[in-house]
């Protein structure tokens, strides 16, 4: 049964304590802020959005080609118009660095070979065809691949916090066995966090900034250690650690929102949490139903990976839907969902529809079309829904169907 989410009012008097007042501020400033949903994520004439992730390797692709970058994405443009893709996610950092030039992040080495600004050129391309670009950013993850420090960018704010003579910030810097990670629950991680998307907005014309699931990546406790024991140490009632993960989550989530709409109430906050609301509360920290409560989100765009006949019943696409339906009218709050193309032609055990069937994206849509709750879907990624693969193009052109029925 999914917890009931505690008000945020009451993580901001968490906060105050935590950090001696500055965050209640901002989540005052967040609250008092909050907006109509209403015509948020409609495009153009569209009623309904389509949407499309560009990871981070779909761009190290279009860099390295040989068309370049320049007229790879623009011809990925061309194809997302012919599926009615009103909304570009581009993976702007993914790994505590940035596909632009940036004063507070390295820029990624395959970014360097661009002639240009990338996020500059795709905002212009997106905008020239009435799409929207959503900067997609994943927080705290600085890698997945190892946990050795000496690995990483020499320039990454991880790496100098580690190298420099003051050994009270290398808390600012959590490792997992395979992964090295900003610490959730530390000020100057969030705060780099929120100096990055103010960089974006205020020097890029983009229309939104969307976070994914990457949110604490364990569970264990030597994690965050260090910090969490400096907290019960300073507090006479301090927190249970889950409790305390999910506060420090939640303070970046509104202290996002704040900055976001403190340079632009039009500007979308977005965030694509895991499938099941349970595993975000439980596994990653991730209150989902105290953002949505307390309007410091546009839209959710959880991620339902899943098909119609998924072994584990609770995984079934229709009842992850029915209940993110209840979560949407709960808390009014928008959905979009996040449909697998990279699971087209998978041939996995709990996965063989996708194998043996080539309409399954189409009838998703379908089938969210037909919520109240629901305004859009959105596809990961784009290089799995254009695929020349056979079965994907068979997928691809049932979506096309469709799509046709709509007019």
């Not at 019960?232 to 704040?258: G, H, K, M």
């Amino acid at each position: 049964m999914i917890k009931s989410a505690r008000s945020l009012l009451l993580r901001s008097n968490i906060a105050l304590r935590l950090f001696k007042g500055f965050i209640c501020i901002l989540l005052c400033f967040c609250l008092c802020g909050c907006y109509s949903h209403t015509d948020e994520i409609s495009h153009k004439d569209r009623a309904y959005s389509g949407g499309i992730w560009f990871t981070y390797l779909e761009i190290e692709e279009m860099l390295k080609s040989d068309k370049g970058f320049k007229r790879s994405f623009s011809e990925a443009l061309d194809n997302c118009e012919r599926v009615n893709i009103s909304d570009i996610y581009l993976h702007t950092r993914a790994f505590c660095d940035s596909i632009y030039p940036s004063a507070y992040f390295p820029e990624t080495n395959s970014s360097k070979i661009f002639d240009g600004d990338i996020l500059s050129f795709a905002t212009e391309e997106c905008h020239k065809r009435g799409m929207r670009i959503h900067a997609w950013i994943n927080p705290y993850r600085i890698s997945n691949q190892t946990s050795d420090i000496e690995n990483i960018d020499k320039n990454s704010p991880a790496y100098i916090w580690l190298h420099d003579n003051d050994k009270s910030n290398d808390r600012f810097v959590s490792f997992t066995q395979n992964g090295i990670y900003l610490n959730p629950c530390e000020n100057e991680a969030r705060r780099l966090v929120i100096n990055g998307i103010r960089e974006i907005l205020l020097n890029y014309n983009v229309d939104g900034i969307h976070f994914d699931d990457y949110f604490y990546p364990t569970k264990e406790g030597s994690f965050d250690a260090e910090s969490y024991s400096l907290y019960t140490a300073d507090n006479q009632s301090p927190l249970p650690l889950d409790e305390w993960r999910r506060a420090n989550v939640n303070t970046l989530i509104s202290s996002s929102y704040t900055a976001i709409k403190f340079i632009s109430k039009d500007i979308i906050f977005s965030i694509s949490p895991a499938a099941s609301i349970e595993k975000n509360f439980s596994d990653l920290y991730a209150d989902v139903a105290a953002w949505a409560q307390n309007c410091c989100i546009d839209y959710i765009m959880p991620q339902i990976y899943f098909g119609f006949s998924y072994p584990a019943d609770e995984y079934k696409f229709q009842n992850l839907i029915s209940v993110w339906e209840d979560f949407s009218k709960a808390h009014n709050t928008p959905l979009v969902i996040g449909l697998a193309a990279y699971k087209i032609g998978s041939k996995e055990e709990n996965d063989i529809e996708w194998s043996e069937n080539n309409d399954i994206l189409s009838k998703q849509i379908k089938f969210c079309k037909q919520s109240e709750t629901i305004k859009g879907y959105c596809f990961f990624s784009y290089s799995s829904l254009f695929s020349n693969a056979d079965r994907n193009e068979q997928e691809l052109n049932n979506i096309l169907k469709e799509l046709s029925n709509e007019q």
